[in-house]
């Protein structure tokens, strides 16, 4: 499975971006599809995660009620919706693919990566 990532940019506090992942290849397996990123000098951390149906999603705490995760199968692809972003949600975000059923919010669970895109937040 390949994953493309794109949406990401340079966006004002309070501002909005929607990152889009493609997958390619083997997509039909089931795929948990996770969302991570990684900001200067620190380690990956998980942002939100959603199961194949759609019906199961999981968000860190410090993106619940800003950040929305959504999937059209039909089209491979898996968006982030981010609103009200803070400086702090500068990184780079990275999509992930998992033969999982779980939700899950660790990088071992996945098996797949994108090459991440970059988004940046000005205070």
């Known amino acids: 499975v390949q994953l493309q990532a794109s949406g990401g940019g340079l966006v004002q506090a309070g501002g909005s971006l929607r990152l889009s992942c493609t997958a390619s290849?083997?997509?039909?397996?089931?795929?948990?599809m996770g969302w991570f990123r990684q900001a200067p000098g620190k380690e990956r951390e998980f942002v939100a995660a959603?199961?194949?149906?759609?019906?199961?999603?999981g968000y860190a705490d410090s993106v619940k009620g800003r950040f929305t995760i959504s999937r059209d199968n039909a089209e491979n692809t898996v968006y982030l919706q981010m609103n009200s972003l803070k400086p702090n949600d500068t990184a780079v975000y990275y999509c992930?693919?998992?033969?999982?059923?779980?939700?899950?919010?660790?990088?071992?669970?996945?098996?797949?990566w994108g090459q991440g895109t970059l988004v940046t937040v000005s205070s």
């Open positions: 992930a693919a998992g033969q999982t059923i779980v939700v899950r919010t660790t990088t071992s669970a996945y098996d797949y």
């Open positions: 290849g083997r997509t039909r397996r089931t795929y948990v």
């Open positions: 959603i199961s194949w149906s759609g019906g199961s999603t």
